[in-house]
């Protein structure tokens, strides 16, 4: 009798863990210590160009994290400022083959843009 006593309270308290961890709250994500954000209007207008850009920006030193909302065509860097610079990271935009701000993008790299990718497109 001890023992199912036991092996009933046993399961309860794990049970009763279990449904806690499930509902506790999600922390937000928070800005790291030590980092930046910086954000560039670009001239992407489709998802092919928010995974170029994405892609590009993670092989950059110190960035963290890059996220282009297409809508409003604004990438949005979180980076290491003792790895790299502003000025760094809107060339990598501009090597990629979109503009970041008033910079123009590197004509090479735009030409190997693929159709639906170059600025003349619509939003699609």
Known sequence: M??????LLTLLSIGGLAAQAQTAPVAAATKAKGTEQVQFKTSAVCDMCKARLEKSLAYEKGVQAA???V??????????PAKTTTAALRTA???TGYDADEAT???RAYERLPECCKKTNATH
């Open 2 to 7: 001890k023992a199912f006593a036991f092996s």
């Open 67 to 69: 996220h282009l909302d």
């Open 71 to 80: 809508p409003s065509k604004v990438l949005t860097v979180t980076y290491n």
């Open 93 to 95: 935009v501009q090597k």
């Open 105 to 107: 993008a590197d004509n």
